[in-house]
């Protein structure tokens, strides 16, 4: 995905490198929370996004805010991520040109 904006950055396929990260799973990050509630929820996943909004465990914890990138996502996956949010009680609107946000 980074690679779509060579044309914009001269020389960037040459600045990339792929680096093994560690994953933790939502579930586990919510155990280590002090609290039950969540203020925001922020996914920025290059295209990603709705598959990730489809692993948060919303039936445990619901964020008052969600706010993901839209940019790279199809009109059939933004719309199943938006369907799957509202089957939770969130209503939405676009923020900017390439994100949207869920509100409780």
Known sequence: MIEKHADQIPGLAGMIREEAVPCVPF????????????????IDTEGADGFILSLFPFARIKPAIVHWEVKHLTTRQREDAMDHLAAFGYRFAPSGGEDMLAVL
């Not at 579930?27 to 922020?42: E, F, G, H, Y």
């Open 27 to 42: 579930a586990s990050v919510l155990d280590r929370l002090a609290t039950d509630r969540l203020d925001l929820l922020q």
